[in-house]
């Protein structure tokens, strides 16, 4: 199994950043389709970004696309979201998931294609 771990979480005011990280301890990051995704109380989990395994190809939701960027960090084996202008509608439970295969682009959004999970980091915006 596969160990995955997200950090950077915490309490933000309305326009504000975050930078969430995730971490898979004694794996290489560089060696899974990585992904972000989080879930709001009473809301199904919803895709945020993933990045391809072995490239660098992003994919992100449509809404999202302009404030939020995912990326990873080989040397550091890290995988990163950095987040910007952040509004109370982004307040949810952010998980990084981790999948074994090289998914399609069209692929990239589904939750069942990914194999291992994070316990979640909690991110609140403030009014």
């Known amino acids: 199994d596969v160990y995955v771990e997200e950090s950077g979480g915490g309490l933000v005011q309305t326009g504000g950043s975050l930078r969430l990280s995730c971490v898979a301890p004694?794996?290489?990051?560089?060696?899974?389709?990585m992904a972000w995704f989080r879930q709001s109380p009473g809301k199904d989990r919803d895709f945020v970004a993933a990045?391809?395994?072995?490239?660098?190809?992003?994919s992100y939701k449509n809404s999202l696309k302009g404030r939020f960027t995912i990326s990873r960090d080989n040397a550091a084996n890290t995988l990163n979201l950095q987040m910007m202008r952040l509004t109370p509608d982004d307040t949810a439970v952010y998980y990084c998931a981790a999948s074994t295969r090289g998914l399609i682009t069209s692929s990239l959004a589904d939750d069942e294609q990914y194999d291992y999970w994070g316990q979640g980091t909690q991110v609140t915006v403030s009014a």
């Open positions: 004694g794996r290489a990051l560089r060696d899974y389709t």
């Open positions: 990045i391809k395994r072995g490239s660098h190809m992003t």
